[in-house]
């Protein structure tokens, strides 16, 4: 009994729904596309988030296989969007960068397509799941909130150690920047001061009788 519960919980691992999960890197003046063969009636839900770079912001396009724009945003630090294909064939999303001239970007996206598939072949019947059966679909949910508390606090943690060090590097600039310009204050002053109390030569006129 326990090593078949041991292997429906083992399903948990394999039972997720079909998705493409990516960090990548933008570079300015950029634009990255990528595809996904869907089936007409499927739920997909496409997640991105800007993780470091600049504004924190991006463009972002959804086409469908006909070329009609289901999806556009413009300049987006973070978003979601959920649909239902309306027809078989490739959809094709895209992330622009080229509003930007010199700032290169970090950006993460998840391409959820489809349900997540029944934990149990039977799942769905009349009858009344089991007490180990239930405890299996409880663990299952759980665990797809841990991932994902996961996956979002990664790229906050990402996101805001970027920061830190953009920071870091403004900051050691302003300290050197601010010792240079102390460093020739100072020798100003020195040139100043000894101008002052320097022996300055006189002449003497003679004066003839």
């Known amino acids: 009994m326990l090593a078949w519960f041991v292997l429906l919980c083992a399903q948990l691992m394999f039972g997720w729904v079909r998705a493409s999960e990516l960090t ?4 300015d003046n950029a634009k990255q596309c990528f595809y996904e063969d869907i089936t007409i009636g499927t739920k997909c839900t496409l997640e991105f988030q800007v993780v470091t770079g600049g504004h924190y912001d991006v463009d972002c396009r959804l086409e469908d296989p006909d070329g009609t724009v289901l999806y ?5 630090q973070y978003d979601s969007f959920t649909f239902t294909a309306s027809r078989n064939g490739t959809f094709k999303f895209c992330f622009s960068n080229e509003f930007s001239t010199f700032t290169h970007k970090t950006v993460y996206f998840d391409f959820q397509v489809g349900d997540d598939p029944p934990l149990f072949p039977n ?29 979002h606090f990664r790229l906050r943690e990402a996101q ?39 022996d300055k030569k006189t002449t003497t006129t003679r004066v003839g009788s």
């Not at 990548?24 to 570079?27: A, H, K, S, Y």
């Not at 009349?126 to 665990?143: D, F, P």
């Open 24 to 27: 990548f890197e933008l570079p």
């Open 72 to 76: 556009k945003e413009m300049k987006k």
């Open 123 to 151: 799942e769905n019947r009349v009858t009344a799941l089991t007490q180990m059966e239930s405890a299996c679909v409880s663990i299952h949910e759980a665990l797809k909130s841990v991932i994902d508390y996961q996956t």
């Open 160 to 198: 805001g150690r970027s920061r830190a060090e953009d920071l870091n590097t403004r900051v050691a600039f302003w300290s050197i920047g601010e010792a240079f310009i102390l460093l020739v204050v100072s020798i100003s002053q020195v040139v100043l001061l000894r101008s002052f109390f320097s």
